[in-house]
């Protein structure tokens, strides 16, 4: 009797305790912004993320907005000059509680990007970006921006870094890729931003890849950085890379190692699956 008294008291403070709210981790999409329990992420026109923040945590009076302004890609043709891209299109191809997946396409005078991003209830967000010439083209230089806002990005864990607190520089190039994985979480005590680089990405692998991470103008700029890139006619040149955009409450550095730990083995775990 005392056993089934303590079964029934256990469903009944389970029962009691979702009903208070625990937060069920499903998507929902409206006007281009996911959400997922308290975190909002936005996509800008050409499928690449524009911005994501987390609702007010009781802590701030505001919700804090994770980028300085969207994530964008450069093709430089010479050191002035650069493709100018144009959004064809923006289209959500399915939608449910586990899953969103769009598609978009941009194209310029030489060049089509056709961007696919997957977004999990687990929180994780998977892009393929394929780039495919329309004409011959070199491409003196290749670079994807994150740009931060300078208040998110405290601390920096990843690229070979032991410290907790974001160095003013943190360099990683290809030569580093069998020892030192392109993955980096940048953050503060609430919110962050999970990034892991594929192998698949040949054009970081190839052309002398590298990553560089410092303070430019008002943002704080995560640099994916490319060059000497020769596309002919039928060429793709595929970057695939997994986000996770993360919201903690826990404090700071004492638990930067676990939670970078947890989002390298979902990455790898989604990596592995369509």
Do not use: C
């Given at each position: 009797m005392?056993?089934?008294?303590f079964i029934?008291?256990?469903l009944?403070?389970?029962s009691?305790?979702?009903?208070q709210?625990?937060?069920?981790?499903q998507?929902?999409?409206?006007?281009?912004?996911?959400?997922?329990n308290n975190?909002?992420?936005?996509l800008?026109a050409?499928g690449?993320?524009?911005?994501?923040?987390?609702?007010n945590d009781g802590?701030?009076?505001?919700?804090?907005?994770?980028?300085?302004?969207?994530?964008?890609f450069?093709?430089?043709?010479?050191?002035k000059a650069?493709?100018?891209?144009t959004?064809?299109?923006?289209?959500?191809?399915?939608?449910n509680?586990?899953?969103?997946?769009?598609?978009?396409t941009?194209?310029s005078?030489?060049?089509k990007?056709?961007?696919?991003g997957?977004m999990?209830?687990?929180?994780?967000i998977?892009?393929r970006?394929?780039?495919?010439?329309t004409?011959?083209?070199?491409?003196?230089?290749?670079?994807f921006?994150?740009?931060?806002?300078?208040?998110v990005?405290?601390y920096?864990?990843?690229l070979g870094q032991?410290?907790?607190?974001?160095?003013?520089?943190v360099r990683w190039?290809q030569?580093?890729?069998e020892?030192?994985e392109?993955?980096v979480?940048i953050?503060?005590?609430s919110?962050?931003?999970?990034?892991g680089?594929?192998?698949s990405?040949?054009w970081?692998?190839?052309?002398?890849?590298?990553?560089?991470?410092?303070?430019k103008?008002?943002?704080m700029l995560?640099?994916?950085?490319?060059?000497n890139i020769t596309?002919?006619?039928g060429?793709i040149l595929?970057?695939?890379?997994?986000l996770?955009?993360?919201a903690q409450?826990s404090k700071?550095?004492?638990?930067?190692?676990?939670?970078?730990?947890k989002?390298?083995?979902?990455?790898?775990?989604?990596?592995?699956?369509?």
């Amino acid at each position: 009797m005392r056993t089934l008294a303590f079964i029934i008291s256990l469903l009944l403070y389970t029962s009691k305790t979702f009903a208070q709210g625990i937060p069920s981790r499903q998507l929902s999409l409206e006007d281009k912004v996911i959400s997922l329990n308290n975190i909002r992420f936005e996509l800008n026109a050409d499928g690449l993320p524009k911005q994501s923040n987390i609702e007010n945590d009781g802590r701030n009076d505001q919700p804090q907005h994770l980028l300085y302004e969207p994530m964008h890609f450069h093709f430089y043709t010479s050191a002035k000059a650069q493709e100018k891209m144009t959004v064809l299109n923006l289209d959500v191809v399915s939608q449910n509680r586990d899953s969103i997946v769009w598609k978009a396409t941009s194209t310029s005078a030489n060049l089509k990007m056709n961007v696919y991003g997957k977004m999990l209830s687990s929180g994780l967000i998977k892009y393929r970006i394929s780039l495919l010439p329309t004409n011959n083209i070199h491409l003196a230089a290749v670079n994807f921006h994150i740009p931060f806002e300078k208040s998110v990005a405290r601390y920096l864990k990843g690229l070979g870094q032991d410290s907790y607190m974001r160095p003013d520089t943190v360099r990683w190039n290809q030569a580093s890729w069998e020892n030192i994985e392109p993955t980096v979480w940048i953050g503060n005590d609430s919110l962050g931003l999970y990034l892991g680089i594929k192998e698949s990405s040949k054009w970081l692998k190839n052309n002398g890849g590298s990553i560089q991470i410092n303070v430019k103008g008002s943002s704080m700029l995560a640099d994916v950085y490319a060059s000497n890139i020769t596309l002919n006619q039928g060429d793709i040149l595929d970057f695939d890379f997994n986000l996770i955009v993360t919201a903690q409450t826990s404090k700071g550095q004492y638990s930067i190692a676990k939670r970078f730990k947890k989002y390298k083995k979902l990455d790898k775990k989604a990596s592995n699956k369509n």
